[in-house]
């Protein structure tokens, strides 16, 4: 069985910094990157960025990209999103998931595990 724990998320003022953390345990032995998911209330699950385990390739949503750098510490299965320069419209719940897609999938329904999520709350 796979675990997926997020923590980091807060509230904050727009313009401030947040680092969101997924801590991945079981069995993950098929899985080859973990993807960060976000959903605002009334909205669909969208992309923000993942990383691939092997070699810490990054992608990213147009949304983020140049704001929320997405690193990765090996030794601790833990991958980071580090949200800088936050937005009111970056508010959301962020769910972490493990791909074993050589390219992770942008869509939510090809995800089978999930986290409980971490609430982002920015204020303008």
């Known amino acids: 069985q796979v675990q997926l724990v997020e923590s980091g998320g807060g509230l904050v003022q727009a313009g401030g910094s947040l680092r969101l953390s997924c801590a991945v345990s079981g069995r993950t032995f098929s899985s080859r990157s973990v993807t960060w998911f976000r959903q605002a209330p009334g909205k669909e699950r969208e992309f923000v960025a993942a990383?691939?385990?092997?070699?810490?390739?990054?992608y990213y949503a147009d949304s983020v990209k140049g704001r929320f750098p997405i690193s990765i510490d090996n030794a601790k299965n833990t991958v980071y999103l580090q949200m800088n320069s936050l937005k009111p419209e970056d508010t959301a719940t962020y769910y972490c998931?493990?791909?074993?897609?050589?390219?992770?999938?942008?869509?939510?329904?090809?995800?089978?595990?999930w986290g409980q999520g971490t609430q982002v709350t920015v204020s303008s």
């Open positions: 990383i691939r385990w092997s070699d810490g390739y990054t």
């Open positions: 998931t493990i791909s074993s897609g050589v390219v992770p999938s942008t869509r939510s329904y090809d995800y089978d595990y």
